[in-house]
T-cell receptor, first 112, second 112 residues
Framework: KQEVTQIPAALSVPEGENLVLNCSFT??????LQWFRQDPGKGLTSLLL?????REQTSGRLNASLDKSSGRSTLYIAASQPGDSATYLC???????????FGQGTILTVHP | EAQVTQNPRYLITVTGKKLTVTCSQN?????MSWYRQDPGLGLRQIYY???????DKGDVPEGYKVSRKEKRNFPLILESPSPNQTSLYFC???????????FGPGTRLTVL
């Protein structure tokens, strides 16, 4: 059974810092890995999708890497802003159709 | 606008009173899923559908039913809701197996 772990559980940083969120998974047989953002009481917004054959994806200030063999992914946020404050969720899509297994998330607070 | 919609967004009901949460997507996606999100347990898949008339159980299907009679709609049915089904529910869709998943805004259900 796939298990996804995210470290740290919570992170508080001053504005402008570069930061790294970590995600690990136990079963390397995945189709892809997706990073989401969730604001309090809101739905999930897809940030980045990395296919299993890819090593990284970039979107603006966000960069996600994937090391499938070691079961790890990192989300790098450059020059953090207060608007980046949210919960960040990592999810892997396994060999079953349409199923995402989620981590517990990292609660990020960026203070001015 | 491409989106996944859910209705209702908020619902308070009583034990045993049948209810349906609707989900609709306008992106012609084949894959649709339902998840529930609970504190400390994260997001867990309830049911998923690979296409019209094709559905299968996720991790926590007990107490739920689904149907997929049209490609765009994937309603979640609770025939006899119980308090342990109080949760935040999300519908998601994806164009392909292992593709990027798009989530609806969520339905907060309280069963008294």
């Amino acid at each position: 059974k796939q298990e996804v772990t995210q470290i740290p559980a919570a992170l508080s940083v001053p504005e402008g810092e570069n930061l790294v969120l970590n995600c690990s998974f136990t079963d390397s047989a995945i189709y892809n890995l997706q990073w989401f953002r969730q604001d309090p009481g809101k739905g999930l917004t897809s940030l980045l999708l990395i296919q299993s054959s890819q090593r990284e994806q970039t979107s603006g200030r966000l960069n996600a890497s994937l090391d499938k063999s070691s079961g790890r992914s990192t989300l790098y946020i450059a020059a953090s802003q207060p608007g980046d404050s949210a919960t960040y969720l990592c999810a892997v899509s396994g060999t079953s159709y349409g199923k995402l297994t989620f981590g517990q998330g990292t609660i990020l607070t960026v203070h001015p | 606008e491409a989106q996944v919609t859910q209705n209702p967004r908020y619902l308070i009901t009583v034990t045993g009173k049948k209810l349906t949460v609707t989900c609709s997507q306008n992106m012609n996606h084949e894959y649709m899923s339902w998840y529930r999100q609970d504190p400390g347990l994260g997001l867990r898949q309830i049911y998923y559908s690979m296409n019209v008339e094709v559905t299968d159980k996720g991790d926590v299907p007990e107490g739920y039913k689904v149907s997929r009679k049209e490609k765009r709609n994937f309603p979640l049915i609770l025939e006899s809701p119980s308090p342990n089904q109080t949760s935040l529910y999300f519908c998601a869709s994806s164009p392909t197996q292992g593709g990027e998943q798009f989530f609806g805004p969520g339905t907060r259900l309280t069963v008294l």
